[in-house]
C-alpha cells in the first residue's frame, strides 16, 4: 500500500465514522471527487454534502509534500460564498467558483437547461445538500436543488430560518474574524473548522486531549475531538490513546529523562 492509498482508506474510514456520528437525524458527511465544471478538471479536491471544499494531500513539482486541508470559503456578491481552485490544466489561472455550483454539481449532476441553484432558505452562505426531491432535502437539512427562476424568486418569501447573527469568538478584541456565530460566545464555521485542523495537529504532535480542549477553551473533550475527527483527519479509533498520550519531553528535562532513561 503506497502512501496516497493509505491516507485515502484513512480518510475513507474518518468520513465513514463522521457519517454514523452525525447520523441521527440527518444526512450524514459525505466527501466527492469534484467533477469537471464548465470544461475544467479539478482533481486535486473533493466536496462535502456539507457545503465545504478540501484539497488533496499533494507533492509539489520540487517534491515538497503538502498536506491537504478545507479551503478558506470567502463571501461574494448577494453572500453567495465562493472559493480558489487550481485548475488541472497548467496554462489556467486559479477558478474561482460559487460554493453553490461546485456542490450541486458533484452531488446532483449537470444543471439542467433552464434551472439554477436554488437555497431552499434563501441562505446564500448555507450550501449544505442532501438527495430527494424538495421536501426530502430539507429533512435531511439539506438546503440546495436545482430549480427553476420562479421557484427561486419564490424561495425568497418563505420564513426565515435563524441566522448567524454574534460575532465570532475570534472577533475583535481576541481576534480579527469578522464572521459570525449562531450563538454568543461561540466561533463561526470557518473558525470552527480551523479549531479542527489545529486541535487535529496538537493531538498528532502527542498533546493530550485534555490539554488540547483547555487550550480552546472547549467545554468538552469530545466535542473538540469531534472536530479534530471531522475537520482534521484525526482517525476517530485514536480516542483513548488521544486521552492518555503525552507530549514527548524537550529541552532539559528531555535530556534528564533520556540519561535515566538510558542508565536504567
Ligand atoms: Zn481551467
Ligand atoms: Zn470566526
Redesign the pocket.
Known amino acids: 500500500m503506497t502512501e496516497a492509498e493509505a491516507v485515502a482508506a484513512l480518510r475513507a474510514i474518518t468520513d465513514e465514522v463522521c457519517a454514523l456520528a452525525g447520523a441521527v437525524a440527518e444526512y450524514p458527511e459525505r466527501w466527492e471527487p469534484v467533477p469537471r465544471i464548465d470544461g475544467c478538471a479539478f482533481s486535486g479536491y473533493q466536496c462535502s454534502t456539507m457545503g465545504l471544499v478540501r484539497s488533496l494531500d499533494r507533492t509539489t513539482p520540487g517534491g515538497r509534500a503538502l498536506r491537504g486541508t478545507v479551503l478558506k470559503a470567502t463571501p461574494g456578491s448577494g453572500g453567495y460564498v465562493r472559493v480558489k481552485l487550481a485548475c488541472d490544466d497548467p496554462a489556467h489561472k486559479p477558478h474561482t467558483l460559487t460554493m453553490q455550483k461546485i456542490v450541486l454539481r458533484t452531488f446532483a449532476g449537470e444543471c439542467p437547461p433552464g434551472m439554477e441553484a436554488r437555497h431552499l432558505d434563501s441562505d446564500p452562505a448555507n450550501n449544505r445538500w442532501a438527495p430527494g426531491n424538495e421536501e426530502e432535502t430539507r429533512k435531511a437539512g439539506g438546503n440546495l436543488v436545482w430549480g427553476t427562476k420562479a421557484e427561486n424568486h419564490a424561495d425568497k418569501d418563505d420564513p426565515q430560518p435563524p441566522k448567524p447573527t454574534y460575532p465570532?469568538?475570534?472577533?475583535f478584541p481576541r481576534g480579527t474574524?469578522d464572521?459570525k456565530a449562531l450563538n454568543p460566545g461561540r466561533?463561526?464555521i470557518?473558525?470552527t473548522v480551523d479549531v479542527g485542523i489545529e486541535a487535529a495537529r496538537m493531538l498528532r504532535d502527542g498533546q493530550n486531549l485534555e490539554t488540547v480542549r483547555q487550550h480552546f477553551g472547549y467545554k468538552t473533550g469530545d466535542w473538540v475531538f469531534g472536530l479534530a475527527v471531522r475537520y482534521g483527519g484525526y482517525p476517530a479509533e485514536l480516542k483513548d490513546q488521544a486521552r492518555t498520550q503525552q507530549p514527548p519531553l524537550k529541552g532539559w528535562r528531555g535530556w534528564v529523562a533520556r540519561r535515566v532513561g538510558a542508565a536504567g
Open positions: 465570532c469568538l475570534n472577533a474574524c464572521g466561533r463561526c470557518r473558525c
